[in-house]
Structures are given as structure tokens and as C-alpha cells.
Nanobody, 119 residues
């Protein structure tokens, strides 16, 4: 059973940085695509960034390109999201998710971590 545990959220001023980490366990993730999603109050959940575990291929939402970086650590089985130049509109609960790379939807989710950016 896949388990995903996020950490690293918190309160930061606009322009600052935070690094989120997702500890993944329960599977060998070489055939998985990992994703970071976020959901702000009153808004739908949106995808932020994804990474294919085996190749390291990444993708980003336009709103975070050039500011956020997703990476994975094979030794630690973690997927990190480095967030720089944070804006108030980045405030949301951030979720780590996983799916087999050929699946159409993510079916494994973490509990979420709150990121609040003060302006």
C-alpha cells in the first residue's frame, strides 16, 4: 500500500522560499509519476508539478514555472518541491500524489501540508 507523508509547510513572507518534502513508502516507485497539487480556499485542486520517478522528466503549471522545482531522491524515497519567489496566490494546502505512469488519474494521496504566504 502506497503511503505518502508531506512535510515542510509553513508561513513565509512574499518573495521567500519553502521546501516541501514527500516521503513515499509501500512500493517501488520506478513505474510511478509523482505529483504536487494544491488547493486554495474556495478553489478547485490544481496540479503544480510532476516528475516521472524513473526518468526524472518533469512538468510544471504555468503559474509556477521558473519559481518551483520538483525533484526526487532515490536513496531517500522522497519527492521535494522547492518553492522560490513565493506569492500570496501560492497560499494553499499542498498535496503529494502518486500514480502508475500509464494511469489516467492519481489514486494515492498524502494528507496535505499548509503553505501560507503573507504579503
Amino acid at each position: 500500500q502506497v503511503q505518502l507523508v508531506e512535510s515542510g509547510g509553513g508561513l513565509v513572507q512574499a518573495g521567500g522560499s519553502l521546501r516541501l518534502s514527500c516521503a513515499a513508502s509501500g512500493r517501488t516507485f520506478s513505474n510511478y509519476r509523482m505529483g504536487w497539487f494544491r488547493q486554495a480556499p474556495g478553489k478547485e485542486r490544481e496540479i503544480v508539478a510532476t516528475i516521472r520517478w524513473d526518468s526524472g522528466t518533469t512538468s510544471y503549471a504555468d503559474s509556477v514555472k521558473g519559481r518551483f522545482t520538483i525533484s526526487r531522491d532515490n536513496a531517500k524515497n522522497t519527492v521535494d518541491l522547492q518553492m522560490n519567489s513565493l506569492k500570496s496566490e501560492d497560499t494553499a494546502v499542498y498535496y503529494c500524489a502518486a500514480k502508475l505512469y500509464y494511469s489516467t488519474s492519481y489514486n494515492n494521496w498524502g494528507q496535505g501540508t499548509q503553505v501560507t504566504v503573507s504579503s
